[in-house]
């Protein structure tokens, strides 16, 4: 069996254990190659039914417009149930990257949300597309991650997982999360999406698009609601995308890839993590930790 | 990293490392990933960063802190929890499970060793073997890994020397001949400058193995996956509509095709497979590893917790079984105590009814307890409050391997590894015959027993049970030879070589010697029974005293030059797989009643030793 197809057969299992286990599971769905791997294998993993689950977004509002309209066209495409929240409350008090700065943003509009959602659907297990290679501190992430009250993840909680055998018992007000695709790397994700033909958003790929460089970094001008500072215009580059989130705090990277023949062989000689176009875990070592403490992904 | 290449036949190695705190383990993976060209440049920065603030020189890049996970560990200086590492070569890709060494951490090593299928064990060349080296080899045994490289690091701080490297690789090899690997490999480095890491090492030409990264390419972990048979625990029953009903599930051992008969345990009912259905399409036949939907043939009440099997080989459904208890809960465990237990995809409540004896994991000696405390390893008996299919954990991990998970808390408090069924049929009273075993016994002036002689094929069994049976009946006894080839053309000619088979093997083998002493013979087996556990189990089977182990001890090396069936020619040759001694394990015996070395004598005085045990013991007159 080839790695990847090994991969697979893991990521199914988990996936199926995850089905019969829980009451109320949900499919987290950030539209990003990594939810869209998870969604392939969710296919796969009950065909010829349809996953037994529904996919929650939590929409931001600043998502890249290209990928609320993949989304939407996937939903379609697969006959999945999609729930969509947004920290409305949040909203109407004008939180935003620009005015409130990364931190709140990625607080309000991502982490509060995401509690919000998982306490208004009742979800007793939430599948999501992280992976261990993302981050140090994800390298000692369960499969099944243990939340107690209020989300939270205690290091001192977590469960030993001897074989495959997950303990997924838990009480009333008590949730896992589920990592399905923890023993992926990037690499092995643009391979299985290449092998398997899976649709991904098009900013992965290289493409002229209006940028800024700000802090060094290539932002995308997605939309009107991006200031811009006097004297300052977008610029159209080639670039593209490793990893998506809302676009004020997605570095571009510059790259003339425009298939996946060519985003594999980028990646194989890739030189910088792609967390580094993420800009929540740059400044202090463990401020992921921290974030997932708090209930952040 | 050009060097990678996107074949799809790269296979995955899962592989565990362990090591004492400083023998160079995080090193050793930092150096692992720096030399694959894993370490990504703001990574790369990062670390130098911390590694000058921890060091106070500029120019010092530490490479374990690559691999340091949790702040908490960062602040302690040490590892504590398992992390999990990836990286890549042109042949295969890597999951590595980095485990700590301290004691109080067994939990954690055990929880990497049983999903890896190779471990590295950290020597740290100036220091040599080390009491938790010794722990974590048991630990890794014990876990059911197989193959283990013994990497003598820091050889930069002994010179170099050849002399270091062969004492300590010679006194690993002595130490783990009580364990139960099949292959060691011993790799001196230099982790820090990469000395035979990736590259021959200029410092040391004395050594020509493999280099630390080509080895780990290259091991065959599959070897011993001969002739299983076919497993797949259900999951999840697939019912889109009415017109189909499949068990979704993941094969864990064998391989089935459509067409074949299957038993769905623990019902027992028989079914033929209709349909392996995949995302891609039907498939005619679906191997071990491999995630299916199976469709029926027939209507059967099957849900998540039935295992769908062979016909030839069904699970055990024993409710009662002997099991390696590894627990892993602060406040210690006694007989008595119930949990609910996950074994594949069925749970059901359990119970320990008796802790035989805990186990030294340094040495892997027997104590006797009354409870375990955490991050102990105890042989328990374990009662199910209903059936669940299982194997033993030596013929399938995910078949004999559970958790337990405390009814309140829900914690995993346990691990457990199955060892053998307890047979219940004890309770069953006998019908009193009036002609009993003393009766026939005392007619033949002997008391019944049975030799049991084990040992390599070719160690000379059968040579010594024919001589040792022409003395007895020369005095008058009565007596009867089970030799291991003559069953095996009748009561066992159903059977193969797989563990499984074997084991069959050997209950038979046990049930008709027990027989045999009833109807009062002296009976001599000779039987390679290369499985200490059933080899116990065969005592248990027979009346105390009855059960006399004697070992045939002859050396590999003695046997294959013997060699008289030209088996092991036909076995390193690859004709024949599971061949004890070349790539199936053979256990031997702790506490034989007798053990003979037959390289210091004739067959005929080693025949003659045991006749004279036989008469000291009392065994000739009634
Ligand atoms: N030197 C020596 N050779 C022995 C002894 N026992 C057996 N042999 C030889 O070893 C070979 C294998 O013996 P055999 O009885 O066929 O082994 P089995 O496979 O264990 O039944 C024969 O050639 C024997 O003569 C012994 O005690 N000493």
């Excluded at chain 1, 909680?157 to 790397?185: D, H, K, Y």
């Excluded at chain 2, 062969?166 to 002595?174: C, G, K, L, V």
């Excluded at chain 2, 299919?389 to 691990?415: C, K, Q, W």
Aim: hydrophobic share 40%; with cysteine; aromatic share 8%.
């Amino acid at each position: 069996m080839d790695h990847l197809s090994n991969l697979e057969a893991e990521s199914i299992y988990i996936l199926r254990e995850v089905a019969a286990s829980f009451e109320r599971p949900i499919m987290m769905y950030s539209i990003g190659k990594d939810s869209s791997v998870l969604l392939h294998l969710a296919q796969k993993a009950f065909f010829p039914s349809l996953p037994p689950f529904p996919i929650l977004h939590i929409d931001t509002s600043w998502k890249f417009r290209e990928m609320i309209a993949f989304r939407d066209q996937r939903v379609a495409e697969t006959g999945m149930k999609l729930l969509v929240h947004r920290n409305e409350d949040a909203l109407a008090r004008g939180v935003s990257v620009f005015s409130h700065g990364s931190g709140v943003h990625t607080d309000e509009l991502k982490t509060v949300a995401l509690r919000q959602a998982l306490d208004h659907y009742k979800v007793d297990c939430a599948i999501g597309g992280a992976r261990r290679d993302e981050e140090r501190s994800r390298a000692k992430e369960r499969i099944m991650s243990f939340r107690g009250q209020h989300h939270r993840w205690d290091p001192k909680r977590q469960r030993p997982e001897l074989w495959q055998t997950f303990n997924t018992r838990i009480t009333p007000g008590e949730s896992v999360r589920a990592f399905p695709i923890s023993n992926w790397t990037e690499l092995d994700i643009w391979q299985y999406i290449k092998r398997e033909a899976i649709p991904v958003v098009p900013l992965y790929f290289a493409k002229l698009r209006p940028t800024v460089i700000r802090d060094g970094q290539i932002l995308m001008v997605d939309d009107e609601r991006f200031p811009l500072a006097p004297g300052e215009t977008p610029e159209m580059r080639m670039v593209r995308f490793r990893t998506l989130g809302c676009y004020p705090l997605t570095a571009a990277i510059e790259s003339t890839a425009s298939t996946i023949t060519e985003v594999v062989q980028e990646t194989l000689s890739a030189r910088t993590s792609e967390r580094a176009g993420r800009i929540i875990d740059y400044d202090k070592p463990g401020s992921m930790e921290q974030k997932k403490i708090e209930g952040y992904f | 990293m050009s060097h990678v290449t996107l074949d799809s036949e790269r296979t995955l190695l899962r592989f565990l490392t362990c090591g004492s705190v400083d023998d160079g383990k995080s090193t050793l993976i930092g150096r692992l990933l720096y030399d694959a060209q894993l370490i990504y440049e703001d990574q790369l920065l990062g670390i130098s960063k911390e590694s000058q603030r921890k060091l106070g020189d500029a120019a010092a890049l530490d490479l374990s802190l690559l691999v340091d996970g949790l702040q908490a560990e960062r602040e302690q200086g040490i590892t504590i929890d398992v992390a999990y590492r990836f990286f890549s070569t042109a042949k295969r890709r890597f999951i590595v499970a980095d485990t700590p060494g301290h004691e109080q951490y067994t939990r954690n090593m055990a929880t990497g060793a049983s999903t890896a299928e190779l471990a590295v064990l950290l020597v740290d060349a100036r220091k040599g073997l080390l009491v938790q080296t010794h722990r974590h080899s048991c630990i890794a045994s014990l876990l059911g890994i197989r193959h283990v490289v013994l990497a003598v690091n820091k050889m930069d701080l002994v010179e170099f020397s050849e002399d270091v490297f062969r004492t300590i690789e010679a006194q690993y090899r002595e130490f783990a001949k009580k364990l139960h690997f099949t292959s060691i490999t011993a790799i001196p480095l230099s982790a820090l400058n990469g000395d035979n890491v990736f590259r021959h090492s200029p410092n040391m030409p004395w050594y020509q193995g493999s280099t630390f990264m080509t080895f780990l390419e290259d091991v065959n972990v599959n070897a011993d996956a001969y002739e299983e048979p076919f497993r797949m625990p259900v999951q999840w029953v697939n019912r889109p509509h009415q017109d189909f009903r499949g068990f979704s599930g993941t094969v864990v051992g064998g391989s089935i095709n459509v067409g074949d008969a299957i038993s769905i345990q623990p019902m027992g009912t028989n079914a033929v497979v209709a349909r392996i259905v995949q995302f891609t399409g039907d498939k005619s036949v679906a191997h071990r590893g491999e995630a299916v939907t199976i469709v029926l043939d027939r209507e059967v009440d099957v849900s998540r917790g039935a295992v769908l099997c062979g016909t030839a080989h069904g699970t055990s459904n024993a409710s009662r079984v002997e099991a390696h208890i590894l627990w892993m809960h602060e406040t210690a465990v006694q007989p008595g105590r119930q949990f609910l237990c996950k074994l594949g995809t069925s749970t059901v409540p359990a119970v320990i009814t008796k802790i035989t004896h805990k186990i030294d994991v340094n040495t892997m000696s027997a104590t006797h307890t009354d409870q375990l405390e955490m991050n102990e390893i105890g042989v328990c008996v374990v009662q199910f409050e209903s059936p669940i299919p299982h194997d033993l954990y030596s013929a399938n991990r995910h078949m004999g391997g559970f958790i337990f998970i405390d009814r309140i808390s829900n914690e995993t408090v346990a691990a457990g590894m199955i060892l053998s069924d307890v047979s219940q049929s004890r309770n069953i009273t006998w019908q009193q015959l009036d002609v009993d075993k003393s009766t026939r016994a005392a007619l033949k002036n002997q008391k019944p027993c049975v030799l049991w002689l084990t040992g390599l094929s070719g160690a000379g069994k059968s040579t010594i049970a024919n001589l040792v049976e022409r003395a007895l009946t020369a005095e008058g006894k009565h007596t009867y030879i089970l030799d291991g080839d003559n069953i095996r053309h009748g009561l066992s000619s159903d059977l193969g070589f797989a563990a499984t088979d074997r084991i069959e093997n050997i209950r038979r083998v046990s049930e008709v010697s027990r027989l045999l002493t009833d109807a009062g013979m002296i009976v001599i087996v000779s039987l390679i029974s290369p499985f200490q556990s059933e080899r116990e189990r065969a005592r248990r089977t027979l009346v105390e005293g009855e059960f006399i182990e004697i070992f045939i001890d002859t050396p590999l090396e003695e046997c294959e030059r013997r060699d008289p069936k030209g088996l092991y020619r036909r076995a390193r040759a690859g004709e024949i797989r599971g061949m004890t001694g070349i790539d199936a394990p053979y256990e031997a015996p702790r506490n034989p009643e007798l053990h003979i070395q037959t390289v210091q004598h004739t067959p005929e005085s080693s025949a003659l030793m045991i006749v004279e045990w036989l008469r000291d013991h009392g065994y000739l007159q009634a």
